[in-house]
C-alpha cells in the first residue's frame, strides 16, 4: 500500500471517565490498523484546533463524554466533515459532548435521559434500510445497557431503533432513533447510541454494526 491508498485516522478520546474512552477506544483501533488505517489517537482537544491536521484525516472517531469545546474546535470540526472527512462514534462519546456552537447539528442527535440503571431491552432494525452496509444481513438484538433517550434531526437515515414501554409521563410506546447515519456537507457522519461499557461491544451485532459505522463514515 501507498503512502498515498493509505487512509489516516484520528481517535479523540477523553471527557467523563465513567465510559471508559481509552479502554473502549483502544478496542477499535487494531480492527482500523487491519483496514489499513494510520491510527493517531489524542486526549486533548486542542487537536481539533490543527484545521490542517483535521482536513488531512479520513476518519475522526470521538469518544469523548460531556466537556466543553471552544468556537474554534467544533467549527474546525464540523468545516472537516463537511469537506469529506468522517466522524464517527457511540453513546456519550458522541451524542453527550460538547452541548454548545451547534456540535449536535453535526452529529444530527442529542442525548437528554437515560433510565436509572442498565435494562434489558431491544434493538430493531429499520426494514426499509434493510440493505445499507452498516446492517446489512443482521437480525434485531438484545443488549443488557443504558437505553438513552435522544432528540434528533429530521435529517438523519435511522438505522436501528429501541421502544422505550408507557410510564408516568408517557401513555404509550416511544420509538426511539439508536443508530443512524448522515451526510453532512461532503463527509459522512455515523452514530450509535449502544457503547456505555465494553461488553456492550461482545454482542456480536453491536461489534459488527460499530466497525462497519466505522468504515462507512471513513472518507
Known sequence: MTTEDTRRALVVRGGWDGHQPVLISDGFVPFLKERG????????????EDAERLAATDLIVQCWSM?????????????AVRAGT??????????????????HLLTGGTFVMHPPGFLDHTYRLSPEHAGH???????????????Y????????????????????????????????????????????TIGHK??????????????????????
Open 37 to 48: 488505517f494510520v491510527v493517531e489517537t489524542s486526549e486533548d482537544l486542542a487537536v481539533y
Open 198 to 219: 465494553p461488553d456492550d461491544f461482545d454482542v456480536p451485532e453491536v461489534r459488527t454494526l460499530t466497525e462497519r459505522g466505522l468504515l462507512w463514515a471513513s472518507r
Open 149 to 192: 433517550w435522544v432528540l434528533t434531526d429530521p435529517h438523519i437515515e435511522v438505522l436501528a431503533t429501541t421502544t422505550f414501554p408507557p410510564d408516568g409521563l408517557h401513555d404509550r410506546p416511544v420509538v426511539m432513533p439508536a443508530v443512524w447515519t448522515r451526510t453532512w456537507g461532503a463527509g459522512r457522519v455515523f452514530v450509535s
Open 67 to 79: 466537556g466543553t469545546a471552544t468556537p474554534e474546535q467544533s467549527g474546525n470540526l464540523a468545516a
Open 86 to 103: 468522517g466522524l464517527a462514534g457511540w453513546h456519550g462519546g458522541i451524542v453527550d459532548s460538547f452541548h454548545d456552537h451547534g456540535y
Open 133 to 147: 452496509p452498516v446492517i446489512a444481513g443482521l437480525a434485531d438484538f438484545a443488549v443488557h445497557t443504558e437505553q
